[in-house]
């Protein structure tokens, strides 16, 4: 009996128990299909860096003596949707039983569990063996809570993994967390990081999805390609980065600087979501180099937590929340996005930076994601459901699992606070503590009317002002909320005119 064994390309997982014998029975498949291309405007580098794994992978397989049929994008038997392709394949092959992997995205999760009765074939989907824990593990954590707070869970994983834990189960240092010591600013030293990631020329790949007429945007050096696109390069990251930047991460770990765009931060997130490399084995290898380099706990523990905690946690929140969750809108916003979103063209520095940045890299690092391109968007009423499809498009680390609750959740707060306990906002003081972004910006950081006022601090206030009736009583916002009770309505007014000037001209600003 032949077994079909479907392969995504975020599942890239070599360590998978699959692999562990080989059964010549078991034909592994992969394939480039067009539908998975097209559900939003992806940027180039996001498409070559999974089409580029994804081959290498089966080159693996291959190998390896695994039996395996690749379809690319390009090969004339590809009918570019997997029910169709599984048609012709089940029949060629004489399949009598597909197994797969869990898609980690709800709509893939659902098309696969119908297989069975779209094909008429026996079906068992198996485990990623990736994350730390099962879709249902932070819903259960939760059940009869309130609120979600990330905190909690993290600890919780800290010792029920025994994580940077010391001989009294209490956490190393006497503290759980060292996110205080985490927001400094980058004034030119310590020296900027090199980009140690790897470099491909990935012109063959560019060349064929460009013939087949892939709809992609952004930008990118196909002869100097630079994530990593398989296990080896992926592991080779993780070293480098911790022999290098790690110990400087936590405190920088907020910073943003036009001449040291990545700062400190490690690029793993592209090799961690096609599964290349383990959560596990990151934070393990992380935990091990706090006393091989003798690393400040602040940036380790940072480092982890955002792995053990943050990327867990928002991945249980996505299982919980979906169907559905990409509908959220608590405020209602309805404005499109600005046109320079898709261009970088704004004279609002901070935003030109790290959208020019996004464009030309696929890779924003979180406060840029955070901070300035989703504070702007929340502050400016853009539609959540169209803010996430950029992100989802344009970020090459971006699949819906993680994405989504980032973007609609912590970012946008459109899911009323099951993820964040207060809208991650701030005027351009904020920005302008955290980067050198407003020295060279047109508008001036410390202005609120006029020309030549950052927009950030009208539409700051008009946002609280706006949305007091759902704002008003949450206790984080208490002094925001007695600030503006305090402001005098003339004051008041030109603010909320100010705004409206800019939110009328959003694409000219
Ligand atoms: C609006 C918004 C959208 C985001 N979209 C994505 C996304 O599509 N895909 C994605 O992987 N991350 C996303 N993030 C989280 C974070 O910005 C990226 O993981 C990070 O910038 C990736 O770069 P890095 O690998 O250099 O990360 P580092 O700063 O070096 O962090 C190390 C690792 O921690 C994990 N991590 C850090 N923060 C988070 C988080 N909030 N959620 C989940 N994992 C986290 C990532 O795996 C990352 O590789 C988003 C954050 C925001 C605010
Ligand atoms: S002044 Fe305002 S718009 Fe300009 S960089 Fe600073 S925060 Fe951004």
Known sequence: MKTLRLLLGDQLNINHSWFNDN????LYVMMEVKDETSYVKHHVQKILGIFAAMRNF???????????????ISDPQNKHSFIENLRWIIKKYTIKKIEYQEPDEYRLDNLFS???KLLHIQVQPFSSEHFYTTRQCVMNFF?????????????????????????????????????????KSWKG???????????????????????EKINFFGKC????????????????????????????????QDAMHDKNWFLFHSFLSFALNTKMISPMEVVE????????????????????????????????????????????????????LAKWFWSGNTNMNCLANSINQSLDQAYAHHIQRLMVIGNFALLAGIKPEEIHQWYLGIYIDAFEWVELPNTLGMSQFADGGQLASKPYVSSASYINKMSNYCKSCHYDSKVKIGDK??????????????????LATNQRLGIVYNQLKRMDSEQKKQLVDQSQIYLKNIDFI
């Not at 089966?58 to 039996?67: I, P, V, W």
């Not at 020329?201 to 060349?207: A, K, Q, S, V």
């Not at 196909?222 to 110990?247: G, M, Q």
Request: hydrophobic letters at 30%.
């Open 23 to 26: 059964d010549p029975n078991n």
């Open 58 to 72: 089966d080159a693996e397989l291959k190998q390896r003596n695994f039996s395996t049929l690749y379809l690319t």
């Open 114 to 116: 119908s297989f069975s």
């Open 143 to 183: 059940e009869d809570k309130k609120q979600w707070r990330m905190e909690y869970f993290y600890r919780n994983m800290r010792k029920k993994h025994n994580v940077l834990m010391d001989n009294n189960s209490k956490p190393l240092g006497g503290k759980w967390n060292y996110d205080a010591d985490n927001r």
């Open 189 to 211: 030293k310590p020296d900027a990081s090199i980009d140690l990631r790897p470099s491909h020329n990935l012109e063959n790949i560019f060349n064929e999805i460009s013939q």
């Open 221 to 252: 050096d196909y002869k100097n390609f630079r994530w990593p696109i398989n296990r080896a390069e992926s592991l080779e990251l993780l070293e480098s980065f911790i022999r290098t930047n790690l110990i400087y991460f936590g405190d920088y």
């Open 285 to 336: 290898r992380t935990e091990k180099a706090y006393e091989e380099y003798a690393l400040p706990l602040s940036s380790v523990e940072g480092f982890i937590r955002q792995i053990l905690g943050w990327r867990e946690y928002i991945r249980g929140i996505y299982w919980s929340a979906m169907p559905g969750y990409e509908k959220n809108n608590y405020f209602n916003h309805q404005r499109s």
């Open 453 to 470: 006022a950052c927009p950030f601090n009208s539409l700051y206030w008009n946002f609280f002002e706006t949305h007091k009736d759902k």
